[in-house]
């Protein structure tokens, strides 16, 4: 078994910062891949990125040990505003966090 717990999210300006953390615990390892999925109001649950995947231009992953996974967002846009999930794969299943709220005004 896999627990996941998110942190870090809240409410930013536009054009604002968020460090979201990740933090796992039972049996993974640091070969396991894990990343990040987010859910608007009325939105399908969509991709972000996963440690694997590298970076884009505002939203930076890394992973601090094998337990811990870290989403630095900037330049935050309106439409960034969602639920933000951290998932783990560990030996063929996918386990979720509860998410937590980025919430970005304009």
């Known amino acids: 078994q896999v627990q996941l717990v998110e942190s870090g999210g809240g409410v930013v300006q536009a054009g604002g910062s968020l460090r979201l953390s990740c933090v796992a615990s039972?049996?993974?390892?640091?070969?396991?891949?894990m990343g990040w999925y987010r859910q608007a109001p009325g939105k399908q649950r969509e991709w972000v990125t996963t440690?694997?995947?590298?970076?884009s231009t505002r939203f930076t992953i890394s992973r601090d040990n094998a337990r811990t996974v870290i989403l630095q967002m900037n330049s935050l846009k309106p439409e960034d505003t969602a639920v933000y999930y951290c998932?783990?794969?560990?030996?063929?299943?996918?386990?979720w966090g509860q998410g937590t709220q980025v919430t970005v005004s304009s």
């Open positions: 039972g049996s993974i390892t640091s070969y396991n891949a």
């Open positions: 440690i694997t995947s590298g970076s």
């Open positions: 998932y783990a794969d560990v030996r063929g299943t996918r386990y």
